[in-house]
């Protein structure tokens, strides 16, 4: 396994109406592989950058690691791996990199830069907003034309297998719900889901499992429950995986059921 380099390459409850603060002033990054609580808390800035309103697939920078013991030249299925607000792909990649199962990694950076790490979208309003919403689209939009450019570059098989934290997680729903040519499988933890999101979605959305805290404060449960919901109306095969006692974090047990649906979902891959 080795890294290369960074390459550029509704249904909502009132609790959906969190604020920036109470998200983005204090993001906890996923649990380190061998389980537990989540790392260290990171400070934020008041307030991220604006995005851009459109990003093209080429100045989306990623890292990639090839896991299991894999030869980097066979035909790999790609697990796309997407940070939250604050974190980078370097830190990030901990969650899959000692994976046992065979795949090609790929760990997106952020669009902008934020504290210490990187952010997808804007956040000065609530989560269930419609600015977070576009925002949360465009970032999605550019990223799926890099996962399409990455499985034509790469030996390559299946669509992709696609997961990520807290924005990561929300980046995750989207990519399923409105880029389905290029997701197999979605598995978005601490996520959600916002009207803007939400609207559009069918029943072509791929296997959706969603993993979530039921104590997060931070992106709390209710309002994705709602819209899992309000999806599996619409025919999509979505179920939400919930974990007493577990806030805005990747615990230890969610990494174990993360690789396990991982495992589940490579072999399925042709």
């Known amino acids: 396994m080795r890294p290369s380099r960074l390459r550029r390459c509704h249904a909502w409850s009132a609790l959906a109406l969190a604020s920036l603060v109470s998200l983005a002033a204090c993001?906890?990054?996923?649990?380190?592989?061998?389980?537990?609580?989540?790392?260290?808390?990171?400070?934020?800035?008041?307030?991220?950058?604006?995005?851009?309103?459109?990003?093209?697939?080429?100045?989306?920078?990623?890292?990639?690691?090839?896991?299991?013991?894999?030869?980097?030249?066979?035909a790999l299925p790609l697990v796309v791996a997407i940070h939250g607000l604050g974190d980078r792909p370097e830190s990030f990649a901990g969650l899959l990199s000692g994976a046992d199962v065979k795949v090609r990694l790929i760990v997106p950076r952020g669009l902008t830069?934020?504290?210490?790490?990187?952010?997808?979208?804007?956040?000065?309003?609530?989560?269930?907003?419609?600015e977070v919403g576009h925002g949360i689209l465009r970032?999605?939009?550019?990223?799926a034309a890099t996962i399409e450019r990455i499985a034509a570059e790469?030996?390559?098989?299946?669509?992709?297998?696609?997961?990520?934290?807290?924005?990561?997680?929300?980046?995750?729903?989207?990519l399923a719900l409105h880029h389905p040519r290029v997701v197999g499988a979605a598995f978005p933890m601490g996520g959600w889901v916002p009207p803007a999101v939400l609207h559009g979605a069918g029943a072509a959305a791929p296997a959706l499992v969603a993993l979530h805290g039921e104590d997060d404060r931070r992106v709390p449960i209710g309002p994705t429950r709602d819209a899992i919901a309000a999806l599996e109306g619409r025919g999509v095969k979505v179920r939400l995986a919930s974990y007493p006692g577990v806030g805005h974090t990747v615990s230890g047990e969610m990494r174990r059921d993360l690789l396990q649906l991982i495992r589940g979902a490579t072999a399925e891959v042709r």
Do not use: H, M
């Open 113 to 130: 830069p934020y504290g210490g790490g990187y952010s997808w979208f804007p956040l000065q309003q609530a989560l269930a907003s419609e």
């Open 154 to 174: 790469r030996p390559t098989r299946g669509k992709a297998i696609v997961t990520g934290f807290s924005q990561g997680g929300a980046l995750t729903f989207a």
């Open 27 to 74: 993001e906890r990054r996923a649990a380190p592989p061998g389980g537990g609580a989540a790392g260290t808390e990171q400070q934020a800035p008041p307030a991220a950058p604006a995005a851009s309103a459109a990003v093209p697939a080429a100045a989306v920078e990623y890292r990639e690691e090839i896991t299991g013991g894999a030869d980097r030249n066979e």
């Open 139 to 143: 970032a999605a939009a550019a990223l």
